[in-house]
């Protein structure tokens, strides 16, 4: 199995970032990865809608509104993914969630298939009276001792 580099990037969110609206495919991911139902985050959504769906190009799209990455960790991320699976993951479900305050949620999640696992721990700002939302960090490992060390 692949080890991914895990992405650990925390950056403060800026007013001109962009609120997404639910889309199709974001809608089908929550419905499909178990316990994420409810929740108030779209672009936590469309992640995991392009994590599943192994379009992960557009997953960094999301991610890139406000966690900046070079090219080269770009392309290390998205090889690493495309390693473990190149069309995917099949199976999602969420680990286990925390409310931060008010505005901010962290999010854990497994997602899988017969190829390989990952997990995908996530903190993220909520829509709220004019602030927009996102994701303000994140890591990917395939390793789950070292995503669960970096749950605070």
């Known amino acids: 199995m ?5 992405v650990n990037l925390i950056i403060a969110i800026t007013l001109a970032a962009l609120i997404t609206p ?33 379009e992960y190009e557009k997953f960094l799209k999301i991610s890139d509104k406000n ?11 998205i090889n ?11 199976q999602c479900r969420l680990i286990a969630s925390t409310n931060i305050s008010s505005v901010i949620d ?3 999640f497994e997602l899988k298939n017969q190829k390989g696992i990952i997990f995908f721990n996530v903190v993220a700002f909520k829509h709220q009276r004019g602030f927009p939302e996102g994701i303000m960090s994140y890591n990917i490992s395939t390793n789950f001792s070292e995503i669960i060390s970096n749950w605070r």
């Open 2 to 6: 692949g080890r991914l580099k895990p």
């Open 22 to 54: 639910y889309s199709n495919t974001a809608l089908q991911a929550q419905s499909n990865c178990l316990g994420l139902d409810g929740h108030e985050h779209t672009d936590v959504s469309q992640a995991i809608a392009n994590l599943t769906s192994g």
């Open 80 to 90: 690493g993914l495309k390693n473990i699976s190149s069309s995917g993951f099949n």
């Open 67 to 77: 966690i900046h990455l070079s090219d080269d960790e770009k392309n290390n991320l």
């Open 106 to 108: 962290r999010y854990l």
